[in-house]
T-cell receptor, first 111, second 116 residues
């Protein structure tokens, strides 16, 4: 099955950029997703990238995809305290394109 | 804005009791997922429905868990009997199917289950 790996923690200073990385194994995915989860809440879709793209920018968010290395990253510019949350990479896999999630990266933003 | 509705938000139950969770997906979304998220981990798929049919329930512990989506709209996930290890967040999500591919999944707020 699909294997999605993320680093568990990232700590940044307010105003700096954050880069959250993800690696995956299944190369048949059409879309790849980033979700955000605040404490005690469900998952909020942040952004996604189609597999034939290298980069997608959406306001403060930039997604980079390296299909050759099966590496996905999410860059958050001008990180704010409200960005503190857990960020999940999700990669649809298998014939039914079921989203498979990594363990999540906990982003901590300090003043 | 359309949302995936789940109830209850929180549930505390004693082990060996039965418990049920309900999900109402976004209108028009044919695909419905139930995920389980243990604290500190990512969501793991329990079951996927396409309309009223189960597409994948390979990770559903069928000795105690059951899921149904009788009319292809809302869905119920049941655990009987509950065990201490079932304590987790149960997340429901739905998506459209377009051109044979499931589009992005939208999640509900989840049901936090605590088994005591």
């Amino acid at each position: 099955g699909e294997d999605v790996e993320q680093s568990l923690f990232l700590s940044v200073r307010e105003g700096d950029s954050s880069v959250i990385n993800c690696t995956y194994t299944d190369s048949s995915s059409t879309y790849l997703y980033w979700y955000k989860q605040e404490p005690g809440a469900g998952l909020q879709l942040l952004t996604y990238i189609f597999s034939n793209m290298d980069m997608k920018q959406d306001q403060r968010l930039t997604v980079l995809l390296n299909k050759k290395d099966k590496h996905l990253s999410l860059r958050i510019a001008d990180t704010q305290t409200g960005d503190s949350a857990i960020y999940f990479c999700a990669v649809p896999s298998g014939g039914s394109y079921i989203p498979t999630f990594g363990r999540g990266t906990s982003l901590i933003v300090h003043p | 804005e359309a949302e995936v509705a789940q109830s209850p938000r929180y549930k505390i139950t004693e082990k060996s009791q039965a418990v049920a969770f309900w999900c109402d997906p976004i209108s028009g979304h044919a695909t419905l997922y139930w995920y389980r998220q243990i604290l500190g981990q990512g969501p793991e798929l329990l079951v996927q429905f396409q309309d009223e049919s189960v597409v994948d329930d390979s990770q559903l512990p069928k000795d105690r868990f059951s899921a149904e989506r009788l009319k292809g709209v809302d869905s119920t996930l049941k655990i009987q009997p509950a065990e201490l290890g079932d304590s987790a967040m149960y997340l429901c999500a739905s998506s459209l199917k377009r051109g044979g591919v499931n589009t992005e999944a939208f999640f509900g707020q989840g049901t936090r289950l605590t088994v005591v």
